[in-house]
């Protein structure tokens, strides 16, 4: 990649200012600021008109962006205003499916494995469930900087695209996790705060506090289904096998992919049901991107357009 003049084009520094401006003012008005929306806002500004480099970067990473944004944004309307929230119904199909007998009773695989559990299984669940966002996005600028840019922007819409296909579904069927039921029984109390179930061990094991941390910040515990959590390793792996990336690569994102599965059901976060909801999602949003969107020419030229500025 060359290095490009300092100051962007007057039409993109436009456009930069009036982006972050309306995210800002949005973000203000509905949510709130947090110290660390400045601090990106400040980031991004000073990284767009820095020069053509680290410009390019920050258009490379506007899926990324967007993706954290949205995610913020759910908050504006929660999606248990929207439709009602299954509890009961989504912990008896999983139950029915993947029940696990004990005795006379039946247990759902999460049930099961809040009484069987050990140290070893504990922290290996909390180094899976810390790559779930990290190792996806250093994959992709691992792409990015070894010059393969349309493979990653590839990837990264796809990311983008998976996301908001689950965002939507979460508005269409609001679904309990298998921790709230344990906690709250069967009844959706909104505002309830988030928890962070069978991770609490890995952080009790570390002391590090880690996911206290960010579970206590989550303002929706009723965005289970599906659980895209399983589906951002396993969209990079996708786009690692495409790429023909090194096997070192393939191999870490699938040890990992297969590791987030386990830990989402073994940490109660997640049904089984959810992780093959999210499974699905990965795959809907890869095959949606490019097998119709990328057979749309305006869409397709756009791409091409997109990354070859990147690459620039």
Not at 198 to 204: C, E, I, S
Not at 216 to 225: D, E, I, P, T
Not at 240 to 253: D, G, M, Q
């Amino acid at each position: 990649m060359r290095t490009g003049s300092n100051l962007p084009p007057r039409r993109q520094a436009l456009w930069c200012a009036g982006a972050l401006l309306m995210w800002l003012a949005v973000t203000a008005i509905f949510i709130g600021f947090r110290p660390e929306h400045i601090v990106m806002a400040l980031l991004i500004f000073a990284l767009f008109f820095l020069n053509g480099t680290t410009r390019r970067l920050v258009v490379a990473l506007a899926p990324f962006f967007v993706f954290g944004i949205s995610y913020d944004w759910m908050n504006i309307v929660p999606n248990y205003m929207v439709n009602p929230v299954d509890v009961q119904g989504l912990y008896e199909a999983e139950k029915s499916l993947f029940g696990i007998a004990a005795g006379s009773s039946v247990l759902t695989p999460n049930e099961f494995f809040a009484i069987h559990n050990c140290a070893l299984m504990d922290f290996m669940a909390g180094i899976f469930y810390l790559c779930w966002v990290p190792l996806p996005i250093v994959f992709g600028l691992w792409l990015y900087f070894t010059g393969r840019e349309l493979p990653y922007l590839h990837f990264a819409l796809v990311f983008l695209l998976v996301n908001l296909l689950g965002f939507a579904f979460y508005y269409v069927h609001p679904a309990a996790p298998p921790w709230y039921v344990a906690l709250h029984g069967f009844e959706a109390v909104p505002g309830t705060p988030g928890d962070v179930a069978g991770l609490g061990r890995f952080d009790a094991m570390t002391g590090l506090g880690i996911f206290d941390g960010l579970y206590a910040r989550n303002s929706n515990v009723f965005a289970a289904l599906p659980s895209l959590h399983s589906a951002y390793t396993l969209v990079a792996l996708i786009y690692a096998v495409r790429s023909r990336s090194p096997l070192a690569w393939t191999a870490v994102l699938a040890v990992v992919t297969l590791g987030i599965w386990f830990t989402a059901v073994y940490s109660s976060h997640h049904y089984i049901i959810d992780v093959l909801a999210g499974i699905c999602c990965a795959f809907a949003g890869f095959l949606l991107f490019e097998y119709v969107l990328m057979k749309i020419g305006p869409f397709a030229r756009f791409i091409d357009k997109y990354a070859r500025f990147i690459s620039k």
